[in-house]
């Protein structure tokens, strides 16, 4: 079965320094790969989606992923963090034989000023 | 658009008494979801439906009942609420499966058991 790692719990930033949040999957084959965001009070929103090809993706707000097969990584990057971007992030992972995703347990981000 | 909606928000039930979690999505999906979020365990699965009529369990089925009656409502159920069962509820729907297709989340209900 898949899971999903995210050796973060939490990661204080700058307001305008770059980001980085780690995420390392479990998966035999080719993963669905997911970043959410979760911002206080509010439910989950997609940030980005890897299914196949470039392994470089784009999404929403600035944010951007990569994804590593020798490493079974799946990076979140940010070149320049915003305040607005404090929220909690979640890694996730899916197949095309399952019916849910599996998600980390999160990476809260701080930006101080 | 609504997209998902949950109601309540907000509860706060007593040891022993019932409720029932409602969500309904307006955008056809057939997959919908039952996650709680606990701190630190990021979010587990509770159960989940693939179509109307159809349930099933996910991760962490116990003490929880569903029934997805239409296809644009999927209901949680609590028979006899317990201090474990404190969490915030999140519903969420998929057109496709939710594995391989992005998931639209409620904002979620948050439940105090006392």
């Known amino acids: 079965a898949q899971s999903v790692t995210q050796p973060d719990i939490h990661i204080t930033v700058s307001e305008g320094a770059s980001l980085e949040l780690r995420c390392n999957y479990s998966y035999g084959a080719t993963p669905y790969l997911f970043w959410y965001v979760q911002s206080p009070g509010q439910g989950l929103q997609l940030l980005l989606k890897?299914?196949?090809?470039?392994?470089l993706v784009q999404g929403i707000k600035g944010f951007e992923a990569e994804f590593k097969r020798s490493q079974s990584s799946f990076n979140l990057r940010k070149p320049s963090v915003h305040w607005s971007d404090a929220a909690e992030y979640f890694c996730?992972?899916?197949?095309?034989?399952?019916?849910?995703?599996?998600f980390g347990k999160g990476t809260s981000l701080l930006v101080t000023p | 658009n609504a997209g998902v909606t949950q109601t309540p928000k907000f509860r706060v039930l007593k040891t022993g008494q019932s409720m029932t979690l409602l969500c309904a999505q307006d955008?056809?999906?057939?997959?919908m979801y039952w996650y709680r979020q606990d701190p630190g365990m990021g979010l587990r699965l509770i159960h989940y439906?693939?179509?109307?009529?159809?349930?099933a369990k996910g991760e962490v089925p116990d003490g929880y009942n569903v029934s997805r009656l239409k296809k644009q409502n999927f209901l949680l159920g609590l028979e006899s609420a317990a201090p474990s069962q404190t969490s915030v509820y999140f519903c969420?729907?998929?057109?496709?499966?939710?594995?391989?297709?992005?998931?639209?989340f409620g904002d979620g209900t948050r439940l105090s058991i006392l």
């Open positions: 955008m056809n999906h057939e997959y």
């Open positions: 890897y299914f196949s090809g470039d392994t």
């Open positions: 996730a992972v899916g197949s095309n034989s399952g019916y849910a995703l599996n």
């Open positions: 439906s693939v179509g109307e009529g159809t349930t």
């Open positions: 969420a729907s998929s057109y496709y499966s939710g594995a391989s297709q992005p998931q639209h």
